[in-house]
């Protein structure tokens, strides 16, 4: 069963950058959406940004000019860039695969931005 793991998370200062990646075990067939949801202490998941099969992306309002999401169609993959991070980003960052057949989860990473 192909499973998702996330890497790249850990301890930044206010205003410092990570890159959050997340590879599949195994081929993953006919993806329509790749994406990143977070949720922190106390609060709901909720989507960071999210990317088609296209190259268009979408993110949240908080996010936007900060956070890129990536993707590479061959290895089933999709990165977040996030720079210029802020106290309000802590949270376990989830990516997403997303099929007409099923929707894969990762187990989550955290991140966490000291001020």
């Known amino acids: 069963q192909v499973q998702l793991v996330e890497s790249g998370g850990g301890l930044v200062h206010t205003g410092g950058s990570l890159r959050l990646s997340c590879a599949a075990s195994?081929?993953?067939?006919?993806?329509?959406?790749r994406s990143w949801y977070r949720q922190a202490p106390g609060k709901s998941r909720e989507l960071v940004a999210i990317?088609?099969?296209?190259?268009?992306?979408n993110y949240a309002d908080s996010v936007k000019g900060r956070f890129t999401i990536s993707r590479d169609n061959a290895q089933s993959t999709v990165d977040l860039q996030m720079n210029n991070l802020q106290p309000e980003d802590t949270a376990v960052y989830y990516c997403?695969?997303?099929?007409?057949?099923?929707?894969?989860w990762g187990p989550g990473t955290q991140v966490t931005v000291s001020s």
């Open positions: 195994g081929s993953i067939s006919n993806i329509y959406s």
């Open positions: 997403n695969i997303y099929t007409l057949l099923r929707n894969y």
């Open positions: 990317i088609g099969s296209g190259r268009s992306a």
